[in-house]
């Protein structure tokens, strides 16, 4: 029996459809969700639906009951997390679950410089708790979901350009579509057990050559303007951007610029079993419409 948490975000239902889709029986799923009125759409797809909520510990452990193994969706509260998560592997190991699956994120810098420790302080904290765990465990360090280039780039774009201080480094982000498949794959075959594997794209990209990509979709010449750090923070702020929207733009683009996501090895494509959707084919997409 296998637990897909966060099953009403974006991931955990996508990962569900592929298990559908790939023949897993519904009835070897359950979905933990934390508000039930989001999950009819699940139960009518033959699901058993589960409640709980990462800060409830009681709960999850009547949760877990029964899984042998878990998905566990990172959460979406960034103050939290950490307490959220060990809750979690706690409750999987009371309860007597095997194997916790986790998404977690791409980085190489693991240090407090990094730009990007907002984000992957919360994620190493849960990687060594699941490795001091006892159970088995498979960490999926998922690349920056390209999905998010859109929004980093603004609506804009068409008007005037790309403004964003991420250099021209090159990155393989992944779409999160990509990210999901591989993991259902990972959900129904054996031999994962405590590993750790990087869902990043096959080919790197640079944000100039995505300035590219989207000028010959659009059949005009986008810029691309890299400011430095303060420029950027000074002119969003002017603009009346929210400050913590800023912070996270600012953040992950200097890890960018430093390659935190440019990648030799990935283990995607080798999971999914066909290339992961390009840079090039999902700004087409997007850009043409
Ligand atoms: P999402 O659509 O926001 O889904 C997050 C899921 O986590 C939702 O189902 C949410 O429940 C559930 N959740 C949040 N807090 C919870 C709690 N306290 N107890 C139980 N469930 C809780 O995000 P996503 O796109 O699926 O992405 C999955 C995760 O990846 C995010 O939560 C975040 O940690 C991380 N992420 C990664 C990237 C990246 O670029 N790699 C980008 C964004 C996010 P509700 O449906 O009730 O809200």
């Known amino acids: 029996m296998v637990l897909i948490t966060g099953a009403t975000g974006n991931y955990g239902k996508s990962t569900i459809d592929f298990l559908l889709q790939k023949g897993f029986s519904s009835s070897n799923i359950v979905a933990l969700v934390r508000n039930e009125e989001k999950a009819s759409g699940l139960k009518e797809k033959g699901i058993a639906v589960r409640v709980g909520d990462y800060d409830n510990y009681t709960q999850l452990v009547e949760a877990f009951e029964g899984i042998d193994k878990l998905l566990l969706i990172s959460g979406s509260d960034m103050v939290n997390r950490d307490k959220q998560h060990q809750n979690a592997v706690n409750a999987a190991k009371e309860a007597g679950v095997n194997h916790i699956i986790y998404t977690s994120f791409e980085r190489k810098n693991e240090t407090e410089t990094s730009p990007i420790t907002f984000v992957s302080a919360t994620h190493i904290a849960t990687e060594n708790c699941l490795k001091?765990?006892?159970?088995?465990?498979?960490?999926?360090?998922?690349?920056?979901?390209?999905?998010?280039?859109?929004?980093?780039?603004?609506?804009?774009?068409?008007?005037?350009?790309?403004?964003?201080?991420?250099?021209?480094?090159?990155?393989?982000?992944?779409?999160?579509?990509?990210?999901?498949?591989?993991?259902?794959?990972?959900?129904?075959?054996?031999?994962?057990?405590?590993?750790?594997?990087?869902?990043?794209?096959?080919?790197?990209?640079?944000?100039?050559?995505?300035?590219?990509?989207?000028?010959?979709?659009?059949?005009?010449?986008?810029?691309?303007?890299?400011?430095?750090?303060?420029?950027?923070?000074?002119?969003?702020?002017?603009?009346?951007?929210?400050?913590?929207?800023?912070?996270?733009?600012?953040?992950?683009?200097?890890?960018?610029?430093?390659?935190?996501?440019?990648?030799?090895?990935?283990?995607?494509?080798?999971?999914l079993g066909r290339k992961p959707i390009t840079a090039k084919e999902f700004l087409t997409k997007v850009y043409a419409s």
């Open 132 to 271: 001091s765990s006892g159970l088995d465990y498979t960490i999926l360090r998922n690349s920056l979901y390209m999905d998010m280039l859109p929004m980093f780039f603004g609506d804009k774009v068409v008007e005037s350009g790309i403004f964003l201080p991420a250099g021209d480094t090159k990155a393989a982000f992944a779409l999160r579509v990509d990210m999901a498949e591989a993991t259902a794959n990972i959900l129904m075959t054996e031999g994962h057990e405590n590993k750790t594997y990087n869902f990043s794209n096959s080919e790197n990209v640079s944000i100039p050559e995505m300035a590219g990509i989207i000028s010959e979709v659009v059949g005009k010449e986008i810029p691309y303007h890299s400011p430095s750090q303060e420029v950027y923070v000074e002119t969003l702020t002017k603009a009346n951007v929210p400050s913590e929207y800023i912070g996270m733009f600012a953040g992950f683009s200097a890890a960018i610029k430093q390659g935190e996501f440019t990648v030799e090895n990935s283990d995607l494509e080798k999971i």
